[in-house]
C-alpha cells in the first residue's frame, strides 16, 4: 500500500497544473470551479492539488502572473531595453506581452468573460505585480522628466496604468484586423496619450510662470 501511494506521489509531480487548467478551460469552454472538478479532469487525487495550490483562483493568478513575468524577464534581457526611454519601454511590454498572449487568445477569452469567483480573482497578482513595475518606470520617467511630479496625482499613475493594460487586453480580444494591426496601433496611441498628459504640459509652463512672478 506505501509503494502504491509512493508511485501516485511520483506521478502528481509531473502534473503542470497550469497547462492543466487551460486544458480544461478549452475543453469545457469555462473555467474550472474547483480542485475536485480540476483534479479529476486530470485524473489524479484532490489532495495532490492542494499540496500545490490553496485554490483554482490561486493557480489561474498564477497564470496570469506568469505571463507577465515572462514578459518582464524577456524585455529585460534585450541589450537594448536599457537604452529606451520610459515611454519606450512601456510599449516594449505592452507589445511583448500581447505577443506571448496569441498563443493563449481562446483561453483568455475565455477567463475573460467566465463569471466566477476565480475569474474575479484570476488578476490580483498580475495586477499587484504590474504596478509594481509601473512605479518603477514612473519613478524612472520622474527622473527623466518624460513625467511631471504632481504630488498626490502621482499616486494614482499605477493604477491609471493597469486601467491601460485591461483597455487594451479588451480592445485585443475585439479586434479581427490582419495581424492586429489594430491593436498595435491601440496600444501605440495609448502609451501616448498617457505620457502626453503626465509629462509637461502648457499648463505646468503656466503655473511656472505664475510662481517665478509671484516670488519676484
Do not use: H
Amino acid at each position: 500500500m506505501a509503494k502504491q501511494s509512493k508511485n501516485k506521489s511520483e506521478n502528481t509531480q509531473n502534473i503542470d497544473w497550469r497547462e492543466g487548467f487551460v486544458k480544461f478551460s478549452l475543453e469545457n469552454n469555462r473555467l474550472p470551479q474547483s480542485a475536485y472538478e480540476l483534479a479529476k479532469f486530470l485524473e489524479v487525487s484532490e489532495e495532490s492539488f492542494y499540496e500545490n495550490y490553496s485554490s483554482v483562483g490561486a493557480l489561474a493568478q498564477e497564470i496570469w502572473k506568469g505571463w507577465f513575468e515572462t514578459t518582464k524577464s524577456q524585455i529585460q534581457t534585450d541589450e537594448q531595453y536599457q537604452s529606451f526611454s520610459v515611454r519606450e519601454k512601456l510599449l516594449a511590454f505592452y507589445y511583448t506581452w500581447l505577443e506571448n498572449l496569441k498563443g493563449y487568445r481562446s483561453f483568455v477569452e475565455i477567463a475573460m468573460q467566465t463569471k466566477n469567483l476565480c475569474s474575479q480573482e484570476q488578476y490580483k497578482a498580475f495586477k499587484e505585480s504590474f504596478k509594481i513595475f509601473a512605479q518603477e518606470l514612473l519613478n524612472e520617467a520622474l527622473e527623466t522628466g518624460e513625467v511631471q511630479n504632481r504630488n498626490i496625482l502621482n499616486q494614482s499613475y499605477p493604477e491609471i496604468l493597469w486601467w491601460q493594460v485591461m483597455y487594451l487586453l479588451n480592445f485585443w480580444l475585439k479586434d479581427t484586423s490582419q495581424g492586429f494591426e489594430r491593436t498595435d496601433a491601440a496600444v501605440e496611441k495609448a502609451v501616448n496619450l498617457f505620457f502626453d498628459l503626465a509629462g509637461r504640459t502648457f499648463l505646468d509652463s503656466l503655473v511656472d510662470f505664475a510662481k517665478f512672478n509671484f516670488q519676484k
